[in-house]
């Protein structure tokens, strides 16, 4: 019977006694992981620390060291609260076991470059003050403070408030060490099978296996919406017929989240796709005045619940991420566990809606350099833009905004618009291929920023076929660009956009890309 060799990452981890909840939490996190991209990616995370070690006579710390030496470690996770642990017994009579630890790691790691060290500081408060040991957070506070600039360990460290930002966080770093690890070992293997290659049609098919949608592939969609003065006057002419408009431009991005997530659900898809699904979302035209105002009461009432950063253009998560300690750009499977979260600051931030002129060229301007660093962790295959706007601008040149859009779609980027007005310009369930002359100078420049459908993309491809089989008209060389006034519209857009995350989705790799 064949069975197949997992390469094996050993996880060390190494703390006092009173982070036993964290150490929990990272056991069910590489449990997971092992059921599901470690083993798709054939490695498995092994962990290790002080229980697995077979008792012996001599000084404990060393017995730890005999049996599991640091020279087999790739990974240590170091995790500190209040208690710094008991002395060691080693050359330096007042460090504690997980120090030493940590120092044995920092020696090999400065000699052979490994174990990759990451330390984790809960900064949370303890419930019982009087189990606070003050000597305990003076040795902590020290060894910390030699992890900064000018310290004898530089470094960096992350810093968590409970065992849930805990299990948050060490999952991205060990999912980000999974797929570092797999791109290093896929490249030299793969140059070796290029070489051998002796035909141009072997080399084709070769790359068309390389760039087949994996978890090392993920989907990166960014979404830049109107929210100037010309998108509130829409609003507020729209909300005539429909006063929960406001509400359902939230309700619309809570169900591209939701889609996103359920199509990753399947059991080979739920812990492979859903965490390389990763979204951003900005918004343009917003004002100050909400967040000015809020950020008075904040420093009045010293409520850390209340926004305090504004902006024209605006990161619709940034703030509440740096508040809550939530990631910038999370995946589906982060924003739908805490879409509560997410969605919350985005309906407030609509209380600034039409408080500024439409800069769509500098929302453009931000969305290309967030893509541009995006992109470089990992390599998205498939980055999509999607914007939903009236398409108007400021008195700026209308060569500059497609100018912009134009640069972001040679860096390999989709870009879909969506235009949102109080009259139907375009005809439901219906892409174009060409402008038409009755179009308002508006919904002609969205069109010329969207993409093309071609067959030689697969992301692209993939969303003609989702929208052929809902019986859209789907002409050659259409554009994806549509009117998304009612809901329906909208949801229809975010079923076809989100299809090729779909689990049964199969995208066609013929072409090679």
């Not at 050993?10 to 909840?21: G, I, K, L, T």
């Amino acid at each position: 019977m064949n069975r197949v060799r997992f390469k094996k990452i050993r996880v060390f981890v190494a703390s006092p006694n009173d982070v036993a909840d964290e150490k929990s939490r990272l056991a069910l996190v590489i449990s997971g992981l092992n059921k599901g991209l470690a083993d798709h990616l054939g490695v498995m995370l092994e962990m290790r620390d002080w229980s697995d070690v077979v008792p012996n006579m001599g000084r404990g710390q060393q017995v730890i060291f005999d049996q599991i030496p640091v020279e087999t470690w790739d990974v240590m996770i170091g995790i500190f609260w209040n208690r710094y642990g008991m002395p060691s017994g080693g050359t330096k009579p007042t460090e504690s076991g997980t120090h030493e630890e940590f120092n044995a790691a920092y020696d090999s790691w400065k000699q052979t470059g490994k174990p990759r060290v990451m330390f984790y500081r809960c900064i949370r408060p303890t419930n019982d003050s009087s189990r606070l040991d003050i000597q305990s957070q003076e040795k902590i506070n020290l060894f910390f403070k030699e992890f900064e600039t000018g310290g004898k360990t530089q470094g960096l460290y992350r810093t968590y408030n409970t065992p849930d930002e805990f299990e948050r966080l060490v999952r991205d770093h060990l999912e980000k060490i999974l797929l570092t690890y797999n791109a290093s070992r896929k490249e030299p293997s793969s140059k070796r099978r290029i070489i051998q290659k002796t035909t141009l049609q072997e080399i084709v098919d070769e790359k068309s296996k390389q760039e087949k949608i994996d978890v090392s592939s993920p989907l990166l969609v960014g979404m830049v919406v109107d929210f100037s003065q010309p998108m509130a006057d829409v609003v507020s002419e729209i909300s005539e017929n429909d006063p929960t408009i406001k509400e359902r431009i939230s309700k619309a991005i809570g169900n591209f989240i939701e889609n996103a997530n359920r199509y990753c659900q399947a059991p080979k898809s739920k812990e492979e796709i859903l965490p390389r699904f990763k979204l951003f979302l900005y918004g343009y035209g917003l004002g100050e005045i909400y967040f000015t105002y809020t950020s008075i009461l904040a420093e009045l009432m010293s409520d850390d619940d209340l926004p305090k950063k504004s902006g024209i253009v605006r990161d619709l998560f940034a703030e509440v991420a740096e508040r809550k300690n939530l990631p910038i750009t999370p995946n589906a499977s982060e924003l739908h566990r805490y879409w509560d979260v997410y969605g919350e600051a985005i309906n407030a931030q609509m209380l600034d809606i039409g408080r500024e002129a439409p800069s769509l060229e500098n929302a453009l301007e931000i969305a290309k350099t967030r893509i541009n660093e995006e992109m470089k962790r990992p390599h998205y295959k498939f980055p999509l833009l999607l914007i939903l706007s009236k398409g108007d601008i400021e008195n700026r040149s209308n060569n500059r905004v497609l100018e912009i859009a134009n640069s972001i779609k040679s860096i390999g980027v989709e870009i879909a618009c969506g235009y949102i007005g109080t009259k139907s310009i375009l005809e439901p369930k219906a892409l174009y291929a060409e402008k038409q002359p009755n179009w308002p100078e508006g919904v002609a420049r969205l069109f010329d920023c969207a993409s093309e459908i071609t067959e030689s993309n697969s992301l692209t491809k993939a969303i003609r076929k989702m929208a052929i089989k809902k019986f859209w008209n789907v002409p050659e060389n259409a554009k994806l660009f549509l009117q998304i006034n009612q809901e329906e519209m909208l949801d229809e857009l975010i079923d076809i956009l989100t299809s090729p995350l779909k689990p049964n989705q199969k995208v066609d790799h013929s072409d090679g890309n």
